[in-house]
């Protein structure tokens, strides 16, 4: 039992300021670090062409198109913007049949594949030519009469009721305060999924923390190109970045392939948020960490959970920055960490990396931090998840925290 087909990605090239060549270029590599996330293991996927890939499901007779849906709404908004409700310039088509179809299915143009949507004589014979919907559903090419019944959308079980009840992930940012200057400088990305009982976030605690750290990870940089658009200031974005999952080895291709979407010339507003750091990490992971993220980030911050994290074993401006994240204890416990990590701030200070504090939930913790002179402060006690970007904006420390400035695009989960 093994389910093989053609995708198939439907770019109106007439609609984009590219050229052809470089359309190509940017399909293909948004696909692949797509389907790197999404069409995990043991399914496999191969690229045929710019446009084309042969995806293999070994487990299964059909494909569960339920992950495939998101391609083309994702891959629309980074070729030409958010979309306008029900409208999109990508299209995700499905041809299954035998090897040789799907090789000529796979070399069709973009006149002949419009011309196949329509008219079943246009497509290679002795197969089924599919489009995947937003929402995960499959739907007959060219359309039937009976296109809301099982065997018309091809998708049954519980693949049925994920795609159909689809809805696009909440995209949010948190500040990050500057205490010195009573300056928001940066933002902290998140994405949290439709599904989901409560939004996630890298400044909220282990709590909002992703139950699949990949996939959250692919999620946020997918979100980074709405603020890097619309925000109002060049300061930078954090995406977070799964430190143990980054440095195996069978995921680092993987993370590779979905950072390289990130637009280069926006390095500089670019910075890696590396959580779930050990105490010590080691000179070949912080090596391998820098070989990475250097082409897509200019800065790195790691967030680890432990007080004594080793700075004395950094080398100088090894990265920019080492974030504390506060645990989930009572407050006292919370107090007595902080405090660790603040008598630690000379040595930071000599390493020349700054030192930050993220999970800050009360008022009393904000204030040890603040009269201690901790530079960067996070949490739900600082800033509330925003729909923009908070970067550039003065805020008086009395009147943190910051609470959503606007009305998120659909209420976020408690």
């Given at each position: 039992?093994?389910?093989?087909?053609?995708?198939?990605?439907?770019?109106?090239?007439?609609?984009?300021?590219?050229?052809?060549?470089?359309?190509?270029?940017?399909?293909a590599?948004?696909?692949?670090?797509?389907?790197?996330?999404?069409?995990s293991?043991?399914?496999k996927?191969?690229l045929?062409n710019?446009?084309?890939?042969?995806l293999?499901?070994?487990?299964?007779a059909?494909?569960?198109?339920?992950?495939?849906?998101?391609?083309?709404?994702?891959l629309?908004?980074?070729?030409?913007?958010?979309?306008?409700?029900?409208?999109s310039?990508?299209?995700?088509?499905?041809?299954?049949?035998?090897d040789?179809?799907?090789?000529?299915f796979?070399d069709?143009?973009?006149?002949?594949?419009?011309?196949?949507?329509?008219?079943?004589?246009?497509?290679?014979?002795g197969?089924?030519?599919s489009?995947?919907?937003?929402d995960?559903?499959?739907l007959?090419?060219?359309p039937?009469?009976t296109?809301?019944?099982?065997?018309?959308?091809?998708q049954?079980?519980?693949?049925a009721?994920?795609?159909?009840d689809r809805?696009?992930?909440?995209?949010?940012?948190?500040?990050?305060?500057?205490?010195a200057?009573?300056?928001?400088v940066?933002?902290?990305v998140?994405?949290?999924p439709?599904?989901?009982?409560?939004?996630?976030?890298?400044v909220?605690?282990?709590?909002?923390?992703?139950?699949?750290?990949?996939?959250?990870?692919?999620?946020?940089?997918?979100?980074?190109?709405r603020?890097?658009?619309?925000?109002?200031?060049?300061?930078?974005?954090?995406?977070?970045?799964?430190?143990?999952?980054?440095?195996?080895p069978?995921?680092?291709a993987?993370?590779a392939?979905?950072?390289?979407?990130?637009p280069?010339s926006?390095r500089?507003?670019?910075?890696?948020?590396?959580?779930?750091?050990p105490?010590?990490p080691?000179?070949?992971?912080?090596r391998?960490l820098h070989?990475?993220?250097?082409?897509?980030?200019?800065a790195?911050?790691?967030r680890?959970?432990?007080?004594?994290?080793?700075?004395?074993?950094?080398?100088?401006?090894?990265?920019?920055?080492?974030?504390?994240?506060?645990?989930?204890?009572?407050?006292?416990r919370?107090?007595?960490?902080?405090?660790?990590f603040?008598?630690?701030m000379?040595?930071?200070?000599?390493?020349?990396?700054w030192?930050?504090v993220?999970n800050?939930?009360?008022r009393?913790e904000?204030?040890?931090?603040?009269?201690a002179?901790?530079?960067f402060v996070?949490?739900?006690g600082?800033?509330?998840p925003q729909?923009e970007?908070?970067?550039?904006r003065?805020?008086?420390?009395?009147?943190?925290?910051?609470?959503?400035?606007?009305?998120t695009?659909?209420?976020?989960p408690?």
């Open positions: 039992m093994s389910a093989l087909a053609c995708l198939r990605v439907v770019v109106r090239s007439d609609q984009t300021e590219y050229s052809d060549e470089a359309l190509g270029h940017l399909v590599k948004f696909t692949a670090a797509f389907l790197e996330v999404r069409w293991w043991p399914r996927f191969s045929i710019p446009y084309a890939f042969l293999n499901d070994p487990r299964a059909e494909l569960d198109t339920a992950e495939l849906g998101r391609l083309s709404a994702e629309h908004d980074h070729l030409f913007g958010v979309a306008e409700a029900g409208g310039d990508v299209t995700v088509l499905l041809y299954e049949g035998e040789s179809a799907m090789a000529q796979a069709l143009d973009e006149a002949q594949l419009l011309q196949a949507m329509t008219d079943p004589a246009a497509a290679p014979p197969g089924r030519l489009q995947i919907t937003p995960g559903r499959r007959q090419l060219p039937v009469e296109e809301t019944t099982d065997a018309a959308v091809g049954t079980g519980a693949g009721a994920r795609g159909m809805l696009p992930n909440v995209e949010a940012v948190q500040g990050v305060y500057y205490s200057r009573e300056i928001f940066a933002d902290v998140a994405s949290t439709a599904e989901s009982r409560a939004h996630y976030s890298l909220d605690g282990d709590d909002h923390l992703p139950a699949d750290p990949a996939a959250f990870d692919a999620d946020c940089v997918i979100a980074a190109f603020f890097l658009a619309e925000s109002r200031s060049n300061t930078p974005l954090y995406l977070p970045i799964s430190f143990s999952t980054i440095l195996r069978s995921r680092r993987a993370y392939a979905v950072l390289s979407i990130l280069a926006e500089r507003r670019l910075a890696a948020a590396v959580y779930d750091v105490r010590a080691s000179f070949h992971a912080l391998q070989e990475v993220l250097d082409a897509t980030f200019s790195i911050d790691l680890t959970h432990d007080p004594a994290f080793e700075i004395d074993q950094l080398h100088a401006e090894a990265v920019s920055s080492v974030t504390l994240v506060l645990p989930q204890a009572e407050p006292e919370r107090l007595l960490v902080l405090k660790r603040i008598s630690k000379e040595a930071y200070k000599r390493r020349r990396i030192p930050g993220t800050v939930r009360t009393r904000l204030e040890t931090a603040l009269e002179k901790m530079p996070t949490g739900p600082v800033c509330r729909n970007a908070l970067g550039g003065a805020w008086r420390t009395d009147q943190l925290p910051v609470m959503p400035l606007v009305e695009r659909r209420p976020l408690a």
